[in-house]
């Protein structure tokens, strides 16, 4: 079965510019949640979506978003780039049955640099 | 206040040295789920394990073994003869009733095996 996948792994950006993420949660897996990791903050929790609705919200600005695909598929959105925007972004999928429940598996992420 | 400490922030050890990474949880909730995750230089998070507060057996994975005590909120990780490919940060990180999809990480604990 394959991982979870995102897409870019890299992306260089200026501030004011937006960028948007991508991320392919394991088959059959229908929550996906993001997180922002920095040296300052550590891992910090962004959103999670489920069957394409927004189920948690972490404590970041509207700037933030995302959405999720029929197919599972999730996209997260940073508007209005910042300087402090700059992270590795993680997307973790988890299922819903079996002893996987739960468990959060994560992407290799995409690093964000904002220049 | 829901929240992970761990609070050696990094620990360098000889291989073949057992190494134990603390963490200390925070939670008011009965039910709740406890995790330790890898991070390898490459930047994906490597599930380890999962626990849960119902469950305060200890666990043991080949090298690995996991000390889970209520009574003092502490979820500690103990690597034995530990191997230079053990290097890597260590999360401990806390899933609590209602927030599905939401994990609360510790700052990390960065281990470095030397050979």
């Known amino acids: 079965k394959a991982g979870v996948t995102q897409t870019p792994r890299y992306l260089i950006k200026t501030r004011g510019q937006q960028v948007t993420l991508s991320c392919s949660p394991i088959?059959?897996?229908?929550?996906v949640s993001w997180y922002q990791q920095t040296p300052g903050q550590g891992l910090q929790f962004l959103f999670e979506y489920f069957s394409e609705t927004q189920r948690n919200k972490g404590n970041f600005p509207g700037r933030f978003s995302g959405r999720q695909f029929s197919n599972s598929r999730s996209e997260m959105n940073v508007s209005t780039l910042e300087l402090g925007d700059s992270a590795l972004y993680l997307c973790?999928?988890?299922?819903?049955?079996?002893?996987?429940?739960?468990?959060?598996?994560f992407g290799a992420g995409t690093r964000l640099s904002v220049l | 206040a829901q929240k992970v400490t761990q609070a050696q922030t990094e620990i360098s050890v000889v291989e073949k040295e057992d190494v134990t990474l603390d963490c200390v949880y925070e939670?008011?909730?009965?039910?709740?789920?406890l995790f330790w995750y890898k991070q390898p230089p490459s930047g994906e998070l490597v599930f380890l394990i999962r626990r849960n507060s119902f469950d305060e057996q200890n666990e043991i994975s080949g090298r690995y073994s996991w000390n889970f005590q209520k009574s003092t909120s502490s979820f500690n990780f103990t690597i034995t003869a530990s191997q230079v490919v053990d290097s890597a940060v260590y999360f401990c990180a806390l899933n609590y009733g209602g927030s599905q999809g939401n994990l609360i990480f510790g700052k990390g604990t960065k281990l470095s095996v030397k050979p």
């Open positions: 088959s059959g897996h229908r929550s």
């Open positions: 973790a999928s988890s299922g819903t049955s079996g002893t996987a429940k739960n468990i959060q598996y």
């Open positions: 939670t008011r909730d009965t039910t709740y789920y």
